[in-house]
């Protein structure tokens, strides 16, 4: 700080009157006094380098700085330091977390040649588990085929016993109704007893049909969400003198 002094003198002709007159000035610089300060700063990067300004308060100049990752550098534009990382190594990892979550799903079980299907099903897809019900059963034809067959009803004794007009047939899935066709008889047995014969013919059908079964249900499960992190961390400690 510079300071300017104004000298003066005196001089006095009588004892009643006095005048003053300038004789020339004098001046001096009184020197400023500047305060140590220190600074932290956590900067964080998506590189391996950059740039980071901040205004300091009374900033006159930065004596040092230094820095825990990579190197820095440092100057100052009145009071607005800049610092400039680089090279410093990546801090690199992951975080994870797990949620609750369901869903609905539908299945079928077959096409299958059994007409047996359970009323629930259990599910498990490796992440979604549980049990569903059966909602359907639907059918499909396969093949159809036919035969003419004769059924002959055998009786041995006094009585003939009459089936019927018809006969249900039933037999390794060919199935119908047969008209009786006519009697016969072929003597005795050894007891004496008639051997008689009702037959019945005609022709019966064989289908096969495939089964399905439709399912449906809410499952749950947990998923777990893995977040990875990479970034450049400098840790700066920053020494300066201010006014």
């Known amino acids: 700080v510079t300071y ?4 003066q003198q005196r001089c006095s002709t009588t004892q009643t009157n006095s005048t003053w007159g300038s004789i020339g000035s004098a001046s001096y610089t009184r020197p400023v006094t500047l305060l140590n300060g220190t600074v932290n700063y956590g900067l964080s990067f998506s590189s391996s380098s950059g740039s980071y300004s901040v205004n300091i308060p009374g900033l006159v100049s930065i004596t ?8 820095v550098s440092a100057y100052n534009s009145g009071t607005t330091a800049v610092f400039n990382v680089y090279s410093g190594s990546a801090t690199t990892g992951s975080t994870t977390s797990t949620s609750n979550v369901s869903k609905v799903v539908n299945s079928t079980v077959g096409p299958q040649s059994s007409s047996y299907l359970p009323p629930t099903k259990s599910y498990n897809d490796g992440v979604y588990s549980g049990t569903l019900n059966r909602t359907n059963i639907s059918s499909s034809l396969v093949s159809s085929s036919s035969k003419v067959v004769t059924y002959v009803n055998y009786s041995q004794g006094s009585l003939y016993h009459y089936e019927g007009q018809y006969y249900n047939y039933n037999v390794n899935g060919y199935v119908g109704s047969i008209p009786y066709v006519g009697f016969s008889g072929s003597g005795l047995d050894g007891a004496g007893n008639p051997i008689q014969y009702a037959t019945y013919r005609g022709t019966v059908y064989k289908n096969v049909y495939n089964y399905t079964g439709t399912y ?10 893995t977040n990875y992190y990479h970034y450049y961390y400098y840790y700066l400690t920053v020494n300066y003198k201010y006014r």
């Open 4 to 7: 300017t002094l104004q000298v």
């Open 64 to 71: 040092s700085v230094t820095t825990n990752n990579g190197g």
């Open 216 to 225: 449906s249900g809410t499952v749950y499960g947990q998923i777990t969400t």
